[in-house]
């Protein structure tokens, strides 16, 4: 009997220890799990395991925890390598992630980046190419630190950082002017940008509560603003300001961590003489008479009064040449005016911004044997004045090597794709066919070969530059470009492989081979969708218009995640074309329609078809149908805000199974993306607000918990699939 009251006492005790360590949220696990094993399985990180595992009540290295959610990392100065994992965004409790002074990356920063960081340290690492813009929507944070990475593109937004009190990106390879939503970051306290290629003004900062500054050793211009100056600890050495301060008031405190110092190899050169050579000193001068100061002083004036004689001389004629030119009607300063060239808007090339990657590319980091391009250089001659004979041909040189992408050779792909053979044809769209590509790791790749007969001149030009620009997009839900080739007059680029293939075949073919979308994934790939629109729209700089927004350019992968493809392109295509485009019709706004004119707002339109499609089943146009209901938005339009009549729009495939509530607010946004006026359509933030309300006020989860691909939300509203 007393052994019985034992183990009940003993079971007691271990259920009130298990009741406070608790188990560790399931998602926290998952997030953990997937980081452990994308750093290769370090053995320095005690306790850690690759699968289940309880890091709060087996107190893994490194993590802290309050209840049974990971709210510090900390594993600085380990020796780690890998990368971070890409569902770090499950761990919406932890505020403080630090993996300082490792050897992470050899890639981009994974975008599912933890929503609700207070402090970011990813200091000393080898992290490379662009910022995730994930890290603009990050309001909680106070704390981010990415210096001494080799990172080269700002693709963040910092209006909603308000709380950031210390931002480094020192030692890094940025360039370009600063982002002008620097001026949002209300609290920052602490700015090092020192090290990199930083270009123009430093205006922006100059309202910033700033107390520590260090912009040394860049390519700044222009002048210091006044109240930078009375900034105690300010370093501004190693760039062309005009109104530098002196170099004493330059030198870091003593307390400055050695990582924020700046360069030794860069910083000025302080040998030079201090005296001036007109403080001569009284031994010097003091054998003179002061006969030699008086000569001096006549000579200078007889110089003087020379040069104003010959000034008013060369004024005279000027004017009176003048006047003859009025005379004889040749005012060449107006004609000069009224001239389109001199205008300088014929000279307006949209600029190719540089794009700074791991020169060795993706595949050459999986020892997959490919031949790279040996050009370096490739060069865009800009239009000219022909007629103006001091003008000399610009040139703007793009770096290939400096290309997010692994250059292919045109043998590469021909292997790869049985030599384009009509067996691997999986499409064709407006801009060329699409193959599909087997490596020779049995990497899969979407091959497009670039079709530039709308082009007629300079395609090569075109085509580097296109492959700058789509390089340089960093979106989970744009399709991810690989590679590209550029040579014997073939221009292709090599996208990743979706297995699912595009949105509109899984809708509409009835090949017996497509599976039916519930509807949680239909509101999935809406979402994923309008998410990758904000970030052409509103969130990469300078802004994208896609023009050419429908089902077909969604592809979706393993789990359905949509892929958006064709970004950039449209830019290099006549809007005329897209406009007279059959396979365009009923995607676009009658605004388009009209005038061929495409704008974000015929984007909007564009994207409020596809919706539709994902609520009815139905082909945007289909000239099967009853003339009446050929067109998708004409016949849908008036149906939306009629609930009987809704019910019966609905994807029959669908069997009954969504919440009537879910479906009313989706049709909501359908008929706002779908007006006929473009100023009354919403921006692409608007609508993806909507369809995360939709989600949190909506009976999804329970509705439709026994769905083998059910969607899950987080407490915070955000979404997660």
């Not at 799990?33 to 490194?62: A, E, R």
């Not at 390598?81 to 932890?94: A, I, S, V």
């Not at 994207?607 to 289909?622: H, P, S």
Request: proline letters at 6%; glycine letters at 6%; aromatic letters at 6%.
């Amino acid at each position: 009997m007393a052994l019985g009251a034992a183990g009940v006492a003993a079971l007691l005790l271990a259920t009130v220890f298990t009741g406070v360590t608790g188990d560790t949220n399931s998602d926290d696990v998952t997030a953990l799990n997937t980081f452990y094993t994308t750093l290769n399985s370090p053995s320095q990180l005690t306790n850690w395991v690759p699968q289940n595992g309880d890091p709060c009540g087996q107190s893994w290295l490194g993590v802290t925890c309050s209840g049974s959610r990971v709210i510090t990392i900390k594993v600085p100065g380990m020796g780690l390598n890998g990368t971070l994992g890409y569902n770090m965004n499950l761990l919406t409790e932890l505020s403080e992630l630090d993996v300082s002074n490792n050897n992470l990356g050899g890639s981009d920063i994974p975008y599912n980046l933890p929503p609700n960081l207070e402090r970011l340290n990813l200091n000393k690492n080898n992290f490379i190419g662009t910022l995730p813009y994930s890290i603009s929507q990050m309001s909680t944070l106070q704390y981010l630190n990415l210096g001494h990475n080799q990172l080269s593109d700002i693709n963040v937004v910092f209006d909603q950082l308000t709380n950031l009190t210390t931002l480094d990106l020192s030692y890094n390879s940025f360039s370009g002017t600063l982002p002008e939503s620097f001026s949002n970051m209300t609290s920052l306290s602490t700015l090092y940008l020192q090290n990199n290629q930083f270009t123009g003004t430093i205006d922006v900062l100059t309202d910033l509560p700033l107390t520590e500054l260090n912009v040394a050793n860049n390519q700044f211009s222009g002048s210091i603003p006044d109240k930078l100056k009375s900034i105690n600890n300010l370093q501004t050495h190693g760039n062309s300001f005009s109104n530098s301060p002196a170099p004493a008031a330059m030198e870091p405190p003593s307390d400055t961590p050695p990582s924020r110092r700046p360069s030794p190899s860069r910083t000025p050169s302080s040998s030079k003489n201090n005296s001036s050579p007109s403080q001569g000193s009284d031994t010097d001068n003091g054998g003179s008479d002061g006969k030699s100061s008086k000569v001096g002083g006549a000579a200078v004036a007889g110089i003087v009064i020379s040069l104003v004689v010959v000034g008013a001389l060369v004024a005279f004629f000027l004017i009176k040449r003048k006047a003859m030119r009025r005379q004889q009607g040749g005012d060449l300063e107006k004609n000069k005016r009224l001239s389109p060239l001199a205008s300088g808007k014929i000279n307006q090339l949209r600029p190719i911004r540089s794009i700074s990657l791991s020169p060795t590319g993706k595949e050459l980091k999986n020892n997959v044997s490919m031949n790279l391009k040996p050009p370096s250089r490739i060069e865009l001659h800009k239009f000219s004045d022909e007629n103006d004979p001091t003008n000399k041909p610009a040139t703007k040189k793009v770096n290939l090597s400096s290309i997010r992408a692994t250059a292919y050779t045109v043998a590469d792909l021909q292997v790869a794709t049985e030599s384009f053979s009509a067996d691997n044809l999986v499409g064709e769209g407006s801009f060329g066919r699409v193959y599909r590509a087997q490596l020779s790791d049995q990497k899969v790749l979407a091959v497009k070969k670039i079709n530039f007969s709308a082009i007629p001149d300079h395609p090569s030009d075109f085509f580097i530059k296109l492959v700058a620009n789509v390089a340089k997009l960093n979106h989970p839900n744009l399709s991810e470009l690989d590679g590209y080739c550029s040579e014997h007059g073939q221009c292709l680029l090599a996208y990743e492989f979706y297995k699912n293939g595009c949105l509109h075949d899984l809708l509409h073919l009835s090949d017996g081979n497509s599976r039916s979308l519930s509807w949680n994934n239909r509101v999935k790939i809406a979402l994923g969708s309008a998410r990758a629109l904000e970030y052409l729209h509103e969130i990469y700089s300078p802004s994208i218009i896609h023009k050419n927004f429908k089902s077909s350019n969604i592809l979706l992968d393993d789990e359905l995640n949509p892929h958006i493809s064709d970004c950039g392109f449209a830019e290099l295509i006549p809007n005329q074309e897209l406009q007279e485009s059959d396979d365009n019709s009923g995607y676009r706004a009658p605004e388009a329609t009209m005038s061929g004119q495409y704008s974000q707002k015929s984007d909007v339109y564009s994207f409020g078809v596809v919706m539709l499609e994902l609520l009815t089943g139905r082909k945007a146009f289909d000239s099967s149908q009853p003339r009446s209901q050929q067109s998708l938005v004409r016949w849908a339009t008036p149906q939306l805000h009629d609930i009987d009549l809704l019910d019966q729009m609905v994807d029959p495939a669908l069997e009954g199974l969504y919440p009537a509530k879910s479906l009313s607010r989706f049709a909501d946004a359908i008929a706002l993306c779908v007006q006929p006026e473009p100023e009354f359509r919403p921006p692409m933030s608007e609508v993806v607000q909507s369809l995360v309300r939709l989600v949190q006020r909506s009976s999804m989860g329970a509705g439709l918990s026994s769905e083998r691909n059910s969607c899950r939300f987080d407490e915070s509203g955000d979404h997660t699939f």
